[in-house]
């Protein structure tokens, strides 16, 4: 019985959340955590799926139909389609994804159980990150021999639709190719050589969140043309320059307080939360040197930057005190990976 699982891992973002979608800069890491997907043969030719809920089985008609729905509504920008596809079914980015495979890379799909998993909380990109393991498990189970490059782009369309229609593009790019990234839309991603060790924290406020949600409250203000928005997002482009050069630097402080300044600006965007700024406040006062909402926003998780180790510790303590769930872990972590062949 022929079995492939593939990992990738989540994101945090130093700096530029939410202004990545508009073009601007942004600075992410992957992380310790990760997601993955089984692939393994059955004896039966139902194809069964495991990803958000119970076992499913999966019915190629429906995989083809909602294939054709997504490329129809990608086509036409029509983005509420996406929001009602996802209310209706939790697992539609997957269906999405296996559709596009057995579509565009002509894989014979049958007679397998995909079992997904994660270690991800929102706001890690649990969704990116997934999709990176889907494709990639798929594409070695099939043969179909996919690069970097291609895993990305496919999973980013998965995002399409989580999204709400308009994602940047650095959730994938991180997931798929790991270490520390710098991200532009219009530029695209590229890795970064970064040989200091860092010590963050993130803290799961625990409050639920919609990233479709927030991108689309901050794609209104911005089609609105409101200038305390417009003017945000381009300090965040400045600030994520300038930490772009201080994490090559290893300027802590610099760093620090270069997140601070970004989360001031996500508080003009709208998308901080009295959740978030309980936690990002704590870290702070338990010496953290700079603190912020990492992803979507709204809930979701925190990041903090420590000093080290010692100061790790306490960030974290304050943060569990504080009614959050705190996470210690590596960052600069690998990309999408085949784990087993076998
Ligand atoms: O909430 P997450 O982890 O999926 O991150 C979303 C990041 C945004 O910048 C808000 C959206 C995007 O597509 O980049």
């Known amino acids: 019985m022929k079995i492939i699982k593939a990992s990738a891992p989540g994101k945090v973002f130093f700096t530029g959340e939410h202004a990545v979608v508009h073009d601007k800069l942004g600075l992410a890491t992957a992380i310790g955590l990760r997601t993955s997907c089984e692939i393994k043969e059955i004896g039966t030719d139902t194809p069964l799926l495991k990803n958000i809920g119970p076992m499913i089985r999966l019915r190629e008609v429906e995989l083809n139909q909602i294939f054709e729905a997504v490329e129809k509504a990608v086509e036409e920008k029509n983005f509420l389609v996406f929001k009602e596809m996802l209310a209706n ?3 539609v980015c997957v269906k999405y994804l296996i559709g596009y495979m057995m579509n565009k890379h002509r894989i014979n799909f049958d007679s397998v159980q995909i079992i997904n998993s994660s270690e991800l909380r929102k706001g890690m990109s649990g969704s990116a990150s997934i999709f990176s393991s889907v494709v990639h498990a798929l594409s070695e189970y099939y043969g179909v021999n996919l690069g970097k490059k291609e895993i990305s782009d496919i999973a980013y369309r998965g995002d399409i639709i989580a999204h709400g229609g308009t994602p940047s593009g650095i959730d994938n790019s991180t997931t798929t190719f790991g270490g520390y990234v710098k991200f532009r839309k219009s530029v695209g991603v590229k890795q970064l050589d970064i040989r200091n060790k860092y ?12 990233t479709a949600e927030m991108v689309t409250l901050v794609r209104e ?11 945000a997002l381009s300090s965040i482009d400045s600030i994520s320059q300038e ?13 620090g307080k270069l997140m601070d300044n970004n989360q001031e ?13 309980n936690l990002i406040s704590v870290a702070k006062r338990a010496g953290a040197l700079g ?3 990492s992803g979507g926003g709204g809930g979701g998780c925190m990041v903090a930057l420590c000093e080290d180790a010692m100061d790790q510790k306490k960030v974290a303590e304050a943060i569990k005190a504080a009614g959050g769930e705190p996470f210690i872990t590596d960052i600069g972590a690998e990309g999408v990976r085949i784990e087993a062949n076998e």
């Open 243 to 255: 930490a772009v050069d201080i994490l090559k630097l290893g300027d802590l402080k610099t760093l």
């Open 291 to 293: 603190a912020k909402l």
């Open 199 to 210: 010590h963050i924290v993130i803290g799961d406020t625990l409050k639920p969140a919609s």
């Open 221 to 231: 203000k911005v089609n609105a043309n409101d200038k305390a928005v417009l003017s």
């Open 265 to 277: 600006q996500l508080r003009i965007l709208g998308v901080s939360s009295s959740e978030l700024e």
């Open 89 to 91: 079914d939790k697992n």
